[in-house]
């Protein structure tokens, strides 16, 4: 009797491309997709976790052993994928129409993409709207140059009753593919030769039953002091290297200079002018999906050093004692270690996604901190509002620092109010009233 081909449960995943004969046609084609390393954690239950990307969000696997774990969170990405692949073509299959929504969109994301007018992740977002709301709508068929007022207004409520209620910013977003679209096909390829539909969206914003469309407001507050100084204590006083130090350093760095994310990844050596005392920011890590040569996605991100966001992100910071003072330690601690490499960030292996790196960083010092967990935007937003609340210092070169083209932007979403005691707000209202 002929033995079957079993899957031993300690193999790893590098010896699993080389080493297993897979009995299933499907299993083999899965296996071919595979092409990063993958790790499971042991769980407090005896388990071990992995998880899976499913489009923009994750999804936990579980397994007695991490090979199962890793295992069954391959064949629920391939599953995922190959879903997305067939949904995807049987709906271009049924828009045979050069003229069908759908199809202008495609060729109007191509064209953005050909003619680099904006940055991939712009591109990146746009799709990932057009996946979530326009694929398999009623708009996806209908003729462009036959689109009404009242087929928009049916897309809408077609959206609500899926999602219940959208946001004010998926509505601008949804908005803006819709009218972008008309724009590139009437622009591009009719070259204003024939007018284009009108569409009345105050009329359509009318008609939705009020409170479907919903504005997002949530209250935050700055990263407190006390907060601050239990991460800087914990993390660096007590020299326990729990984790990586040197994106420790970093994220404790950017509470004294309010940098993007992606721009405290790309930040290196050169950037630092120990004369002059300040910081240059020329750079940052960008990612963007990976595109075939059709433009559509495939599996996989690409992380790259470019500009930053805007023309004014290119600026210099001056660096407080407190600012010098982690650079020293972060210098003596590369030098203890022997590091080469030139960003600050690099902590003995080099990490693709710099950005995501420092992100799940700070999560964890701040759960060995035991302070309540925040984001590294709102390190950004802390440094902007600690600086608003010094007299001499002006809104204008608060905008400045921050790499921002408006004052507008610095002023509405920036400035936060700090968390302070009841008996604090009322030292300091007795002050003036």
């Not at 923009?56 to 069954?72: D, F, P, Q, V």
């Not at 907060?227 to 914990?234: I, N, P, R, T």
């Not at 992100?359 to 509002?385: P, Q, W, Y």
Request: net charge positive; glycine share 4%.
């Amino acid at each position: 009797m002929k033995e079957e081909n079993v899957l031993p449960p300690d193999l790893t995943y590098k010896n699993q491309r080389s080493k297993i004969n897979i009995p299933c046609d499907w299993e083999t084609e899965m296996y071919k997709t595979m092409g990063r390393k993958r790790k499971a954690t042991l769980r407090k239950d005896g388990r071990y976790q992995c998880n899976a990307k499913l489009g923009s969000e994750y999804k936990a696997c579980y397994g007695k052993t991490e090979y199962e774990a890793i295992t069954k969170a391959n064949e629920l990405e391939y599953q995922y994928e190959q879903s997305c692949n067939e949904k995807e073509s049987t709906t271009k299959k049924k828009c045979k129409s050069k003229y069908a929504f759908i199809n202008c969109f495609y060729r109007y994301r191509n064209y953005r993409l050909l003619m680099e007018v904006v940055q991939p992740q712009t591109v990146d977002r746009e799709e990932n709207t057009f996946n979530k709301y326009f694929l398999e709508s009623v708009l996806t068929n209908v003729d462009i140059r036959k689109l009404t007022t009242k087929d928009v207004y049916t897309f809408f409520m077609g959206i609500i009753k899926e999602h219940e209620a959208i946001t004010n910013r998926e509505w601008q977003r949804i908005k803006h593919i819709i009218k972008a679209v008309i724009d590139f096909v009437y622009d591009e390829e009719f070259d204003f030769s024939n007018n284009a539909p009108v569409i009345d969206w105050d009329k359509i914003k009318r008609k939705i039953p009020k409170g479907k469309i919903y504005s997002v407001k949530k209250r935050e507050y700055a990263v407190p002091k006390t907060d601050q100084a239990k991460l800087y204590e914990s993390m660096v006083e007590e020299h326990k290297y729990p984790i990586k130090y040197a994106n420790v350093l970093c994220i404790l760095l950017n509470f004294s200079l309010g940098l993007r994310i992606g721009e405290l990844a790309a930040l290196t050596t050169e950037d630092i002018d120990w004369d002059r005392k300040v910081v240059l920011i020329r750079r940052t890590v960008k990612k963007c999906k990976k595109r075939n040569q059709s433009g559509d996605c495939v599996p996989g991100s690409i992380y790259k050093e470019g500009s930053p966001k805007t023309r004014n992100g290119i600026r210099e910071i001056p660096l407080t004692q407190r600012a010098q003072d982690i650079l020293n330690i972060l210098m003596d601690y590369r030098k203890e270690k022997g590091y080469k490499s030139k960003y600050l960030c690099y902590d003995g292996s080099d990490v693709v996604g710099k950005a995501e790196s420092l992100r799940r960083t700070l999560a964890v010092m701040c759960e060995k901190s035991h302070v309540d967990g925040f984001n590294t935007h709102r390190i950004r937003k802390s440094f902007a509002s600690e600086l608003n609340s010094l007299p001499d210092i002006e809104l204008a070169q608060i905008a400045e620092y921050l790499g921002h083209s408006e004052i507008s932007t610095t002023l509405n979403n920036y400035i936060l109010a700090s968390k302070e005691s009841i008996e604090e707000q009322r030292q300091k209202m007795q002050q003036v009233v």
